[in-house]
């Protein structure tokens, strides 16, 4: 079946270690999507690429970078996470078509713990 | 500030029940979408209504869209327990490629 996939599931760095978060698609959409979701918080956007253009929001810490290599990966990088880093981060795919962008699949996600 | 804001935060209900959560938003759309997100995973994809839809149907859900005074509804019937779990209202804004999420509602289903 066509997916959103996320890998770990569950991380757990240390303060201030550098940490990747993955996601794999196999819906061939062009557009991907990184958010962070803290604790009974509506989903916050952090960026999103739009085939290979990247859209960075406005209040997205320099601390977080994205790489997306191909079509079907993308990554999160968190380069000195702090402990208010700690949270669900979501990775979601859309068909993007003359600027609209439609519905989004979401991963499962990856809850990343900093100790 | 928030472009979708929900209400209520959270409701309780009898099994059986009909449940209805609403959103409200503050510039012109695309779209209105609702997710529903069990508790620890992802979000799933319920319903999506164009900016020139008014209603929606799919299964148990029913889902209305007042561009004029820039609010939806969005109506559970007949709720089950399996039913209990967060549900987002998000707004794909014009030219914007991106979609902004409310704060959701909690929906507790009481057997």
């Known amino acids: 079946d066509a997916m959103v996939i996320q890998n770990p599931r569950y991380q757990v760095t240390q303060f201030g270690k550098p940490v990747t978060l993955s996601c794999s698609q196999t819906?061939?959409?062009?557009?991907m999507y990184w958010y962070q979701q803290k604790s009974s918080q509506a989903p916050k956007l952090l960026f999103h690429?739009?085939?290979?253009?990247?859209?960075n929001e406005a209040d997205t810490p320099d601390n977080f970078q994205s790489r997306r290599p191909n079509t079907s990966f993308c990554f999160l990088d968190i380069r000195s996470p702090g402990l208010g880093d700690a949270a669900m981060y979501l990775c979601a795919t859309s068909r993007g078509r003359q600027g609209a962008i439609g519905e989004q699949y979401f991963g499962p996600g990856t809850r990343l713990t900093v100790t | 500030s928030q472009q979708g804001e929900e209400d209520p935060q959270a409701l309780s209900i009898q099994e059986g029940e009909n449940a209805t959560m609403n959103c409200s938003y503050k510039t012109s759309i695309n779209n209105l979408q609702w997710y529903r997100q069990n508790s620890g995973r992802g979000l799933v994809h319920l319903i999506l209504?164009?900016?020139?839809?008014r209603e929606k149907h799919s299964g148990r859900l029913r889902v209305t869209l007042d561009t004029s005074k820039k609010s939806s509804s969005l109506l559970i019937t007949a709720s089950r327990a399996a039913d209990t779990a967060s549900y987002f209202c998000?707004?794909?804004?014009?030219?914007?490629?991106?979609?902004?999420f409310g704060q959701g509602t909690r929906l507790t289903i009481n057997p």
């Open positions: 209504i164009r900016s020139n839809e």
């Open positions: 690429y739009y085939d290979k253009d990247f859209n």
């Open positions: 819906l061939n959409h062009n557009v």
């Open positions: 998000a707004t794909e804004i014009q030219g914007a490629q991106k979609l902004v």
